[in-house]
């Protein structure tokens, strides 16, 4: 009885509002319209790709919000991909359609479709389930759309939410109506894969009579473990061999402002010390003020490495995107910037690596940053002094800072496996 309430109000009343909220929306918000002029041609481009399908293997379909949660279901579609299925992915945002584009995939593991998930309309979403067909639906996360949920229900399609969590304050479970909804959404999964415990049990508060809801743990320990085998490390000139490189990845200005002028006097005091700086975003005028604050000091930047030069540089500075995780695999310590505001950036990347890994106060938005400053391997920083301190420490003591980073590296492969328990769950539902 609910679900059919619930139902009625989303579709008749929240849809249309939700909807046209958009359309008015995306007068100012360039997102906003980039989302609606993207889903236009939507139906032609899936029949187009679904042309190249081959229909004799199941089809299992991962819906993302954006790329974070694509990476989240990779190593989940890879094992998929490999076992004879075939995948298709929908994306709720632009960022992460735009950012798939951008992304070079290995042989066999493409999924067959890339599109925009169109908007939630009961219409919408039968003509969708009837056009891809598929034979599971695995949702990453969070992001669940209602009429998408109802409709595959109704044709029995086996649906799963993997890499689940559930904060303790979300309104999802502390909000009667909140809970009431998401239950009908709930009930209709075969399966809910949590992060943590903690999360199993919310889950199970929100909705006690589930059947299937286990920890299964995060499926991005195995998306990092699994690039990092892919990685090579980039070829670097001669003169970094044996350096103690300190890659400073996804800087920016505010990042800056507390950890250059530790970084210039421990220049002048370390001759060994070599940092890679990587902005989070490239542009002209950042970079040009990273090399006015180091005016005199040797710096190259990163496309312009193989030019000769007459004195070797002491600083690389990165020009390009796309290469940080390499040069993390390259590194000795890591400094992952973010987190003097808004909030701290990706430090999986280089803990998997085997770095040890400095950031600013603000990481309450990364579980596994706070993991790794429990266990001693990751420090956050709260000023710039608090920087200097822990980056002249681990200076001193080079062997003390490279087993901190195999330490770093050891909890995240710990922590991997999540991918092949979501795996074995849709392959078991899949053929039975």
């Not at 090579?232 to 000139?237: D, F, Q």
Request: glycine share 6%; hydrophobic share 40%; net charge positive.
């Amino acid at each position: 009885m609910n679900r059919n309430i619930w139902r009625i109000a989303y579709s008749w009343f929240a849809y249309p509002v939700l909807w046209t909220g958009l359309h008015g929306l995306a007068l100012a918000n360039r997102n906003v319209k980039e989302a609606l002029l993207g889903r236009k041609g939507l139906w032609r481009r899936l029949a187009g790709q679904l042309a190249e399908r081959n229909s004799a293997k199941p089809l299992i379909w991962f819906h993302v919000a954006s790329a974070g949660e694509f990476l989240q279901a990779q190593p989940v579609m890879e094992r998929c991909m490999k076992d004879g299925f075939e995948c298709a992915v929908t994306f709720t945002s632009v960022n992460g359609m735009k950012w798939i584009r951008k992304t070079k995939f290995s042989p066999g593991q493409k999924p067959v479709v890339i599109e925009y998930l169109p908007f939630d309309s009961t219409r919408n979403m039968k003509r969708l389930l009837e056009t891809l067909q598929p034979s599971a639906i695995v949702y990453v996360a969070y992001d669940l759309w209602p009429n998408l949920i109802w409709e595959a229900k109704k044709k029995r399609i086996p649906q799963y939410l993997i890499s689940a969590a559930l904060q303790p304050r979300s309104r999802r479970l502390i909000s009667s109506p909140g809970r009431s909804f998401y239950q009908t959404l709930y009930t209709c999964l075969d399966g809910i894969f949590t992060v943590t415990e903690a999360d199993r049990k919310r889950f199970l508060a929100s909705c006690p009579d589930h059947p299937n809801i286990r920890v299964a743990g995060d499926t991005r320990f195995d998306s990092v473990m699994d690039r990092k085998r892919r990685i090579s490390p980039p070829k670097l000139p001669a003169y970094v061999e044996d350096k103690f490189i300190l890659v400073i990845g996804s800087s920016s200005p505010v990042d800056d402002a507390q950890i250059f002028s530790p970084l210039k006097e421990a220049l002048a005091r370390y001759p060994d010390l070599f940092p890679i700086i990587v902005p989070h975003e490239p542009a002209e005028e950042h970079l040009k003020s990273i090399e006015a604050f180091f005016g005199g000091i040797p710096m190259k930047r990163f496309t312009t490495l193989q030019q000769p030069t007459e004195h070797p540089p002491r600083v690389i500075l990165v020009d390009t995107i796309g290469i940080l995780s390499a040069l993390y695999a390259a590194g000795t310590l890591a400094y992952v910037g973010g987190g003097f505001g808004p909030r701290v950036h990706n430090v999986m990347e280089p803990a998997v690596m085997g770095l040890p890994v400095i950031f600013g106060p603000i990481y309450d938005n990364s579980p596994e940053a706070s993991d790794l400053v429990n266990q001693g391997v990751a420090f956050a920083v709260k000023d710039s002094d608090e920087f200097k301190k822990r980056l002249f420490e681990l200076l001193e003591d080079p062997e003390k800072c490279r087993k901190l980073g195999r330490q770093a590296a050891q909890a995240l492969a710990s922590r991997a496996g999540a991918a092949d328990r979501s795996f074995q769950a849709i392959k078991s539902a899949v053929e039975n």
